[in-house]
């Protein structure tokens, strides 16, 4: 097959994790390789969320496909930054473990800009190129040093030859001897849990298949397979024949005879036998199963005479109980892959759901959602804060109507534990004895602990809890550690953004005037929105105030100002012109000096700043009212700001100021003003760039005058009528959200 390439590149922006998976997802498809397009979606997922939650940039995806297996890269511009592995080199940190699971082989790769980390998948079926020996141990260690231009690599097929070469030296699988080595320590000790098994289609045929086998070769009347548990009792996992009509009493590991400890076949003669005694046989022969020296269950063959077996038949039904257990073996790493799979897949989707938003309240009530009922069956989320210690943010119950009673409890119970480790917490046992009655059962279910640590520091806790009779699973405990130290980013990331938006909208409100002023015989009207979601303080500006008063008179001025201005950039060092140029415009303003003036000292000002100053665009103008009070006269200067509009009462439209430079550029510019006669009926509309120079593709809604068309189009409207138009217009020019701020002045003659 010829190589394929294919390749893209993506934003450090959560919702760029979903594209890449659907970028993936798509090539594959176009590849006829949909076989192993589950597995490298769900690899592309964690490898793009590591790039942007640890790397912080943006990220390509390169998938090539050649040879039956296809590998896909995904590369982040962060090369310094070490690769971290969850529960290896790091306590927080995502992808690799999964990835050295999901993937054939996979590595690491550096150059002096970027940083990659790739990972191959075979078709089923196919030969895909063998990994490198030996360099899996590599590729895991932390010791990778950036910048330098090479591959290290993990194969997952090479770590399965080592373990099976490991199993080439053990003696005969019918040797007692060699069950006694592999079982030594006590197979009573580590029994193997066959619930797993009892869900797999595959063990559940390889166990019927067994015991006919077994009643065929030994003529058996009955056989019967029993599984571990984890307490180390017995259960029937498959029966036939007699066996199938025989209740299992209680039967454990522990009480098992030394011919089982010892990992050999048995026979018993009478009901004297333990396993005998448990299935009321006269007769039995049994051989015990087992995987990696542990214990799985007993394979048995039961009759109603006494003294029905004797050694040959144990013997025989030794080497069935080997080829059994391969069976099993094999059909429980299925279940466990199938299983992990699907975990791996619930983390992946719970990941994109928590990155999806930057509301903290939203952020914990989707964790607690999340793990409830999938994890537990309650889920509380503890917040702390260096001004106060533990706080019950959110309580979220399987059953609503227990919801309330488990929130009573957790108030009145122990404070959240202040550990840096997940584990079982006693918590609900210290509340009042009056509480635990009312919240009933739930009083007296098994609680985990688990902490939110994120950049290093305990942000708060989750805890999660179980009836008492329905322990937590291992896996359970797992998957929840592993989903809390995602939570704990998503939740710090939250709590970052809504204090950075609250800081950027007390700045913003702050430079923007608190009020617009009553004009005798014009109407005002002004928009402002600055772009993104809050999270940063826009360049854009807009001010109309009072500049004097009348001279011997105790009356309000008859003369105004305004202003609109355009900062490059956004921030703090644009705020700081921002608020730079307002507070100057109103100070020099009040030492009645002239729109120019005002405007030359505002440019010496920006310069003087140095680096720190930024380039700014400014239309300012003094509005004085008409003696006839047919209108108002407006001087203005247009400091290479978009030259404002005048609309006619008949729908004409004119520009109604020259250009001239921007501030922050040349010293020693002179600026001069325009007159404008506004008269009754007249709209002045004054607009910052985010309004001429809004996309849709690639037009500009200020292209072909277009502006100058919108507002003739406003006509015998008013001036709050005119702004809200013009602003509906700029929302619905292009699909997408504007990614500038806009600010407009409408001023009409009345």
């Known amino acids: 097959m010829d190589r394929q390439t294919a390749s893209a590149t993506f934003p450090s922006a959560a919702a760029a994790v979903a594209d890449a998976r659907r970028f993936v997802r798509k090539v594959l498809a176009d590849w006829g390789m949909d076989e192993v397009a589950d597995d490298a979606v769900l690899a592309t997922s964690e490898l793009a969320t590591n790039a942007i939650a640890y790397a912080g940039t943006s990220f390509e995806v390169s998938c090539s496909l050649e040879s039956g297996s296809v590998e896909i890269e995904v590369r982040d511009r962060h090369p310094t930054r ?69 591959r290290e690599r993990a194969g997952r097929d090479g770590a399965r030859e080592v373990a099976d070469g490991a199993d080439t030296g053990r003696e005969g699988a019918g040797s007692a001897q060699g069950r006694e080595s592999r079982l030594v320590g006590g197979a009573s000790e580590m029994p193997v849990a066959g619930d797993r098994l009892l869900r797999s289609p595959a063990a559940i045929e390889a166990m019927e298949d067994g015991v006919a086998t077994v009643r065929e070769v030994l003529g058996a009347e009955g056989a019967a397979v029993l599984l571990t548990e984890r307490d180390g009792r017995l259960i029937m996992g498959s029966s036939a024949g007699t066996a199938a009509e025989m209740p299992l009493g209680e039967l454990s590991v522990g009480a098992l005879g030394p011919a089982a400890r010892a990992g050999s076949a048995w026979v018993a003669h009478d ?115 260096e001004s106060e210690p ?115 909208s007390a700045l913003q409100r702050s430079l923007l005037p608190p009020a617009i002023p009553e004009i005798p015989g014009l109407e005002v009207a002004v928009v402002y929105e600055p772009a993104g979601e809050g999270s940063e303080v826009g360049g854009d500006f807009y001010d109309v105030f009072e500049s004097g008063l009348r001279p011997g008179s105790p009356a309000p001025a008859s003369r105004w100002r305004f202003a609109i201005g355009d900062v490059c950039g956004t921030g703090p060092e644009a705020a700081a012109v921002t608020g730079l ?9 009040a030492e009645d000096m002239s729109v120019p003036a005002v405007l030359t000292r505002l440019n010496r000002l920006i310069l003087g700043e140095g680096e720190r100053g930024r380039l700014l665009t400014l239309l300012h103008g003094e509005i004085a009212a008409r003696r006839r009070r047919d209108g108002v006269t407006i001087k203005l200067t247009s400091a290479g700001h978009p030259p404002p509009l005048v609309l006619d009462p008949e729908g004409g439209v004119r520009e109604a100021a020259s250009p001239q430079p921007l501030l922050g550029v040349f010293d020693g510019v002179d600026f001069h003003t325009d007159t404008v006669d506004l008269r009754r009926g007249e709209v002045l509309l004054c607009v910052t760039d985010g309004v001429t120079e809004r996309r849709s593709g690639n037009r500009l809604l200020g292209d072909g005058h277009g502006l100058e068309k919108l507002l003739a189009g406003c006509t015998g409207l008013s001036a709050g009528a005119v702004a809200a138009r013009i602003q509906r217009a700029v929302r619905d020019f292009g699909p997408e959200p504007s990614n500038d701020d806009i600010a407009l002045i409408v001023l009409r003659a009345s």
């Open 82 to 150: 070490g690769i971290e592995m969850p529960g290896v080199t790091a306590s927080s940190g995502r992808g690799l473990p999964s990835i050295s699971r999901l993937a054939t082989s996979w590595g690491v790769s550096y150059d002096r800009r970027t940083k990659g980390v790739w990972f191959r998948l075979a078709r089923p079926g196919a030969v895909a190129a063998p990994p490198d020996p030996g360099a899996g141990e590599a590729a895991l260690t932390t010791g990778i040093a950036a910048g330098s231009p090479r």
């Open 271 to 385: 009901a004297a036998d333990p396993t005998a005694e448990a299935l009321r046989a006269p007769s039995l022969a049994a051989a015990p199963l087992e995987s990696q020296g542990r214990l799985t269950g007993l394979i048995v063959a039961v009759s109603s005479v006494s003294g029905r077996f004797d050694e040959a038949d144990g013997v025989r039904l030794g080497r069935l109980a080997d080829e059994m257990s391969l069976s099993l073996e094999k059909a429980r790493v299925g279940e466990l892959e199938r299983s992990w799979r699907g975990w791996l897949s619930f983390v992946a989707e719970a990941s994109d759901l928590l990155a999806g938003t930057l509301d903290q309240e939203r952020t914990m009530a989707l964790v607690a959602q999340l793990v409830v009922p999938r994890l537990a069956t309650w889920c509380a989320v503890y917040t702390v804060t």
């Open 390 to 504: 533990d706080r019950l943010a959110y309580v979220w119950h399987a059953d609503e109507n227990r919801a309330d009673g488990l929130r009573e409890l957790l108030e009145h119970a122990g404070a959240a534990p202040p550990t840096d480790t997940p584990g079982p917490w006693n918590g609900l046992a210290t509340a009042a004895a009056g509480v635990r009655a009312a919240a009933g059962d739930t009083a007296f279910d098994q609680v985990y602990a688990f902490p939110l640590i994120a950049r290093g520091r305990r942000i708060g806790t989750i805890v999660i809890g179980r009836p008492s009779g329905d322990r937590f699973p291992r896996s359970a405990v797992e998957l929840a550690e592993e989903l809390s130290r995602r939570a704990a980013l998503a939740v710090d990331n939250a709590r970052l953004f809504s204090a950075q938006t609250a800081m950027s």
């Open 581 to 589: 140029a307002r507070h100057a415009l109103r100070i020099l303003a």
